[in-house]
Each structure stands twice: as structure tokens, then as C-alpha cells.
């Protein structure tokens, strides 16, 4: 079993966004019983909110439900729970960082770094392009699934 969790500061966009398409890509192949996929926050801005609308919108849009999310903080077992604990741009990778007291079994990764075009996701709260946060989120769940199963994207 792999456990991914996804991150990003309130985890009411990007990483809900990555944790259901990620699902929905393991569970088109098949491979649902072969992961646990979560996501959280790492500031507590956002705790128990749902899933923003602009976001759950996008997802809808392409078939895809994130019912009953709402927003969690890392928390310190997460590190060892995890197998993968994937951030949405850099500020999410130096937070986890700083929370987890650093990354000694290299758990700690960005999402387009499984992709060809490596880079940071763009927080939608802030730039309103919920579609542009759909691809890049896509392709780097597609390159991560693809990593994790041994397969090229």
C-alpha cells in the first residue's frame, strides 16, 4: 500500500484538488486498494472548511466529486503514516520542512517535479485560473502514478 498525502498552505484548493484526481487516476486503473491518498494544510487558516467552490467546480467538471472534504493541518505522524508527502510550490515544501524537522527518509517532494515541465503548481486562490491548476495538478498526479507504478507517463 502507498500512502500519498498532498499539500499545499490551506487545503481547500490544490491538494484536495490533487488528492481526488489522484483518486480518480488510481481507480480508472484499477489500483485503488494500492493507495491511501489524503491531503492537508500547513498553516490553520482554512481548518475545517470544504473544499472552495471555484475548485469543487473544476472537479465536477470533469466528473469528478470531493463530497465531505474539509480542511486538515499536518499533522507530526504524518511523516512516518506517509510514503510520499507531495507539496504544491516551494513555500509548502520549506513549511513541511520546518514542521517535520526536515526530511531525512526523502519523502518530501513537488507534484510537477513528476512531470517535464518541473516547476511550482500556481495557487489558484490567488491567480483565479482554477483550469491552470486542473492541468499542471493532472499531469503531475499522472507522473507520480506513473513513477510509483514503474510506468512512463
Excluded at 512516518?80 to 526536515?102: E, K, P, S, T
Aim: with cysteine; aromatic share 8%.
Amino acid at each position: 500500500m502507498t500512502k500519498i498525502l498532498f499539500v499545499c498552505h490551506g487545503n481547500i484548493c490544490r491538494s484536495p484538488m490533487a488528492e481526488f484526481i489522484m483518486k480518480d487516476l488510481v481507480e480508472k486503473a484499477g489500483l485503488a486498494d494500492a493507495f491511501t491518498i489524503e491531503s492537508a494544510a500547513t498553516s490553520t487558516e482554512e481548518l475545517g472548511n470544504p473544499v472552495y467552490p471555484p475548485a469543487r467546480r473544476v472537479l465536477a467538471a470533469h466528473g469528478i466529486g470531493c463530497a465531505g472534504k474539509t480542511a486538515r493541518r499536518i499533522r507530526t505522524e504524518d511523516y512516518r503514516v506517509f510514503d510520499r508527502l507531495i507539496g504544491m510550490d516551494r513555500a509548502n515544501l520549506r513549511n513541511m520542512q520546518r514542521f517535520f524537522g526536515g526530511d531525512p527518509d526523502a519523502k518530501l517532494g513537488l507534484l510537477l517535479d513528476c512531470t517535464d515541465h518541473p516547476g511550482e503548481v500556481a495557487d489558484p486562490w490567488y491567480t483565479d485560473d482554477f483550469d491552470a491548476a486542473w492541468r499542471d495538478i493532472l499531469a503531475g498526479c499522472r507522473g507520480l502514478l506513473a513513477a510509483l507504478t514503474g510506468e512512463r507517463g
